[in-house]
């Protein structure tokens, strides 16, 4: 129970407030580093605790098959190998997180917004020809990719940019209810999971 309530609380949370973003309607820019935090903070208790207890789960469950049924001192269960799988998957998801931290550092996330709301904040500012816009129709996002100069001007048009789109408003559209009932639907399967588990020791008790 607390396990479950570890891995998807996060992801609940993070959800939620994704799907209030794209409810209000008022457009908000925040760099790629910065959607990634969100994303891997919704993540932290499926990455850091899930795949840990889940080489964990799988050690167990061939431990008792090669009990029963298997060859005496198994390959598979040697504990350096399970070492190397432990150190291998931290190496995995840092190594990971390392890739998209850079690939995401000259990116700008902008939802919800269409193409022509966020060129007409773009026209308000300064370097804004050194961007190429992506637009994901579906989601009503924008993503900007920073191609040249530096980190500085970069850092300044984004922020003119955002000031530009703090004077506008989009439609909400209807991608706000999936996260938001995702998120409300965790959170009433862990309230659940909680209150039922709390009923039964209380009766065992």
Not at 65 to 93: K, S
Not at 118 to 131: H, I, L, Q, R
Request: proline share 5%; with cysteine.
């Amino acid at each position: 129970m607390i396990l479950w309530t570890i891995y998807l609380m996060p992801l609940a949370f993070y959800l939620i407030s994704l799907g209030q973003q794209f409810q209000l309607g008022r457009p908000k820019l925040i760099s790629g580093q910065h959607d990634l935090i969100r994303l891997l903070s919704g993540l932290s208790g499926l990455v850091l605790i899930g795949g840990p207890r889940l080489l964990g789960h799988l050690h167990t469950k061939w431990s008792i098959w090669a009990m029963v049924e298997g060859p005496r001192d198994p390959w598979f269960l040697a504990p350096d190998l399970w070492v190397v799988l432990m150190l291998g998957y931290m190496v995995v998801v840092m190594g990971l997180v390392g890739w998209l931290w850079k690939t995401r550092a000259n990116l700008f996330l902008i939802c919800p917004a269409d193409e022509i709301l966020v060129k007409e904040a773009m026209g308000k500012a300064s370097g804004w020809d050194s961007f190429v816009l992506w637009v994901d129709k579906p989601f009503s996002c924008v993503e900007l990719h920073w191609t040249k100069g530096s980190v500085d001007q970069r850092d300044q048009a984004g922020k003119e940019i955002q000031k530009a789109l703090l004077e506008m408003k989009t439609k909400p559209g209807w991608f706000w209810v999936l996260p938001v009932g995702i998120g409300l639907g965790l959170l009433g399967f862990l309230a659940t999971l909680n209150l039922s588990t709390a009923w039964w020791i209380l009766k065992a008790g």
